[in-house]
């Protein structure tokens, strides 16, 4: 049976897995949301997506 991988800090289920910035100094994965959080603490202002066929 696969093992059902959890964010480093919410704890929840990743449909993907997203690997934090060693300075964050977080264990394991992240999921979107908890990733989108630490890069506005980290890179603070607006965000444009570049890359919009995704």
């Not at 696969?2 to 910035?21: A, I, Q, R, T």
């Not at 394991?28 to 570049?50: A, D, I, N, Q």
């Amino acid at each position: 049976m696969d093992e059902v991988k959890k964010c480093g800090l919410c704890n929840n289920s990743l449909d993907h897995e997203y690997h934090p910035m060693e300075t964050w100094n977080v264990k394991g994965y992240l999921c979107s949301k908890c990733y989108s959080k630490k890069l506005s603490e980290h890179y603070p202002g607006t965000h444009e997506r570049v890359n919009k066929s995704n």
